[in-house]
Nanobody, 128 residues
Framework: QVQVVESGGRLVQAGGSLRLSCAVSDPTFSMYAMGWFRRAPGKEREFVAAISSGGGTTYYADSVKDRFIISRDNIKNTVSLQMNNLEPEDTALYYC?????????????????????WGQGTQVTVSS
């Protein structure tokens, strides 16, 4: 059973930085693209960033491009989201997700699909 567990969310002031981590219990972790999503209060869940299985390709939502950086460690089976210059609009529950199919190249707006695995989320609150 694949488990996805996010951590690192907390209250931070606008302009600050935060690093989210996601640990995945999956011996085949390195075969799958990974991504981050978020759901703000009263809004639909939205794509934030995705990274290919080998880490060589990344994609970002326009709203976070140049501020957020996604990375992964295929030895530790983790994926991270470095968030810089945070804005109150970044306040949301952040989810990590593993792709449902191996070796798919993520594209902008990527979704893990029906076979994907999701974590429970970690709350990020940015105060103005």
């Amino acid at each position: 059973q694949v488990q996805v567990v996010e951590s690192g969310g907390r209250l931070v002031q606008a302009g600050g930085s935060l690093r989210l981590s996601c640990a995945v219990s999956d011996p085949t972790f390195s075969m799958y693209a990974m991504g981050w999503f978020r759901r703000a209060p009263g809004k639909e869940r939205e794509f934030v960033a995705a990274i290919s299985s080998g880490g060589g390709t990344t994609y970002y939502a326009d709203s976070v491009k140049d501020r957020f950086i996604i990375s992964r460690d295929n030895i530790k089976n983790t994926v991270s989201l470095q968030m810089n210059n945070l804005e109150p609009e970044d306040t949301a529950l952040y989810y990590c997700a593993r792709d449902g199919a191996p070796l798919r190249a993520p594209q902008k707006g990527w979704s893990p699909g029906d076979g994907g695995y999701w974590g429970q989320g970690t709350q990020v609150t940015v105060s103005s």
